[in-house]
């Protein structure tokens, strides 16, 4: 099945897609201002006219470039980046102050490389496996698995689980505009009829993420030149490889579990491979100085996390980051709903998709290593001309999904919004991922309390969903310890 | 400090109102309610979630715990809001959906690059013919490469603009 993939997957025509997928993805990366889940979905309209097949691998290839370009703005830039790439910034950005800039490139991209290639070897192996067991889930099971998707991504990560779950409630409220799909009926619509067939996710993702995003640093935005540490230093020494390899291998298995459940991506895994990293170091005294095992290590586990959650999206169409949840958007539009029967229904495309994967790590590595300097000029654009081209396609973007000017109107309504909520820490994710899962959820809520005739001990009574709800009960009770236990040591301190 | 908090219950605010026209609106809609959940249940819940949590930020705001705002590459955490930057730029997104309809997305398009780029701190003669020639490329490459036509507004019926 895989070699079936990769003879799509090699044919020039794909590999050009492949490409231009990871060179926008790293752009994108390395660029401040705009992420991968921003790209896809401004690029959602444009293709359109492209074959489902092509579009996910350009889709793939933006979601994995992503990640590599991020790193090399946290290491060289002077100022903190994307959260999950703020632990390399750390011992990164030390390092290149130091004038050993290219040992932490090298080890960031290569480790990236190793990571992302063991990951998608596990996602090879294991996602066919998971799709078999999901096909048997009722659902009441997809139920409890989104409940346990809503609240870890709303109220377990990020600061403020009031304002994450205020965010997952707006983004619910989004997706119910529009007309109801079991009955017909329109709901919250005002009486205006472009309202009927809802607020399009292009609009809304475009939205928060463009829009609220180049409105919030205007508001704040650091004038003068533009700070990029010169590149300094050996690539790749001996000593290089013997202190890097062991964090990539620890990392990738760190974060390619923590990326397959739904808690909520990279940030998390990058976190912990850092402690790790700190903990079994001989030289515990350089961490905070510039070590390189807190480069490799947080690198691999963002990039096998990254990885990890194209296993619930693709067995489960399950989305746990917002980047997923538009890439989720992406399949719908093309009428195919990720889930357990898409390795039966869309084998061929899935396959294609997984080996774009392998060769896209190859293409990233190259793009990343020998022609890091390209990418060090594209950091620094001068950054009106930044924002203004961002706000530019956005417009474009959103324009081109329906050609009406009141998608413009909803643009910015949405873009404002996303701009108080970057604020006031309400963080954006969590309103993407509502927007995307809302449907889904009151669909099966319904199709559950329509086969149980109304009785709603028929969402917590399957096995699956009780121990579902089990460990999400589990998971919140440790979240409030940890959280209470936190607190009580700053009031001692 | 007190700005921000205002800031904050207005905005805490906005959340439960949303949650309470969710409720309210979600009265009118058309349903059978037997035994089978029909489409008011699940606008009742998020309706109510966006109750509670509007208010429990409130009530955050009112103990003093305020959101942490976002940490960003470009954003410099040791400047005041410019407020006036924020307004001019939604002005020129404003003024770029009304020109659409009026004047054709290429003139459009190439006052919002220019306006916010100047807004933004570019010298304006620079901004100025950039903004002119992305604003023609999207519209070639659009109605020639993705066959997909622009309005073309005032370039109505000449070549390679008029896809």
Not at chain 2, 32 to 52: C, H, K, Q, S, W
């Amino acid at each position: 099945m895989l070699l079936e993939g990769f003879a799509t997957a090699a044919q020039p025509e794909y590999l050009l897609y492949a490409l231009l997928g990871v060179t926008l993805g790293t752009a994108v990366g390395v660029l401040p201002g705009i992420g991968p889940a921003m790209t896809v979905a401004l690029l959602l309209p444009l293709t359109y006219t492209l074959e489902p097949t092509a579009a996910l691998i350009i889709f793939a290839g933006i979601y994995y470039g992503g990640m590599y370009g991020g790193s090399t703005t946290s290491i060289l830039l002077n100022t903190p980046g994307e959260s999950a790439s703020i632990v390399t910034a750390l011992e990164g950005n030390k390092m290149a102050k130091a004038g050993r800039g290219a040992a932490a490139l090298a080890t960031a991209a290569i480790g990236s490389f190793v990571a992302g290639t063991i990951a998608t070897v596990l996602l090879t192996l294991l996602a066919p496996a998971i799709a078999d067991l999901a096909v048997q889930l009722g659902p009441a099971d997809y139920v409890a698995l989104m409940v346990v998707a809503f609240t870890t991504v709303a109220a377990l990560l990020g600061s403020s689980p009031v304002r994450g779950l205020a965010s997952l409630g707006l983004g619910l409220f989004i997706g119910l505009v529009g007309t109801d799909t079991l009955t017909g009926q329109q709901r919250f619509t005002l009486g205006v009829a472009t309202m009927s067939d809802g607020i399009d996710v292009v609009v809304v993702a475009v939205g928060v993420f463009a829009v609220g995003e180049a409105l919030y640093v205007a508001s704040r935005l650091r004038h003068g030149p533009i700070e990029v540490i010169p590149v300094g230093g050996k690539w790749m020494t001996r000593g290089f490889w013997a202190r890097s390899w062991k964090p990539w291998l620890r990392g990738t298995f760190i974060g390619f579990p923590i990326g397959t459940v739904p808690a909520g991506g990279a940030d998390v895994s990058t976190f912990l491979s850092y402690a790790a990293e700190k903990k079994l170091s001989k030289r515990p005294e350089e961490f905070g100085k510039g070590a390189i095992e807190g480069v490799a290590g947080p690198e691999a586990a963002n990039n096998a996390a990254a990885a990890g959650v194209l296993v619930p999206l693709l067995t489960l169409g399950l989305p746990t980051t917002a980047t997923a949840a538009v890439i989720v958007a992406a399949f719908q539009s093309y009428g195919i709903q990720p889930g357990p029967l898409l390795f039966t229904n869309n084998g061929p495309m899935v396959w294609a998709l997984i080996a774009s994967l392998y060769i896209g790590n190859v293409m990233l590595l190259v793009l990343n290593l020998p022609l890091v300097k390209i990418w060090v000029k594209v950091l620094q654009i001068p950054r009106p001309y930044l924002y203004a081209g961002i706000l530019l396609f956005a417009a474009l973007g959103t324009y081109a999904v329906n050609f009406v000017v009141d998608d413009l109107i909803v643009l910015l309504v949405i873009g404002v919004i996303g701009f108080f909520m970057r604020r006031h820490g309400y963080p954006v994710a969590p309103l993407v991922v509502g927007l995307i899962l809302g449907p889904m959820a009151e669909e099966q809520v319904r199709r559950t309390l329509q086969i149980s005739e109304g009785k709603l001990s028929a969402l917590v009574t399957s096995p699956f969903a009780a121990v579902a709800y089990s460990i999400l009960v589990v998971l919140l009770v440790v979240a409030v310890v940890l959280r209470l236990r936190r607190k009580k040591s700053e009031v001692t301190v | 400090m007190i700005a921000a908090k205002v800031e904050e219950y207005a905005f805490g605010g906005l959340v439960a109102a949303v949650g309470v026209f969710t409720l309210v609106d979600a009265t009118t809609i058309a349903g059978r309610d037997d035994n089978v959940v029909g489409p008011r249940a699940f606008p009742y819940a998020v309706g109510i979630l966006l109750v509670v949590t509007g208010i429990a930020a409130i009530i955050a705001t009112a103990r003093g715990k305020l959101g942490q705002a976002e940490e960003a590459e470009d954003v410099d955490e040791n400047v005041r809001t410019d407020w006036l930057t924020v307004a001019k730029l939604v002005a020129v997104l404003i003024a770029h959906l009304v020109l659409i309809d009026l004047v054709g997305w290429p003139v459009a398009a190439a006052l919002l690059f220019f306006g916010a780029a100047w807004t933004l701190g570019a010298t304006w003669w620079r901004a100025l013919p950039i903004a002119v020639v992305l604003a023609l490329l999207v519209q070639v490459v659009f109605a020639y490469g993705l066959g997909l036509s622009l309005p073309a507004g005032i370039f109505e019926g000449v070549p390679f603009l008029d896809g």
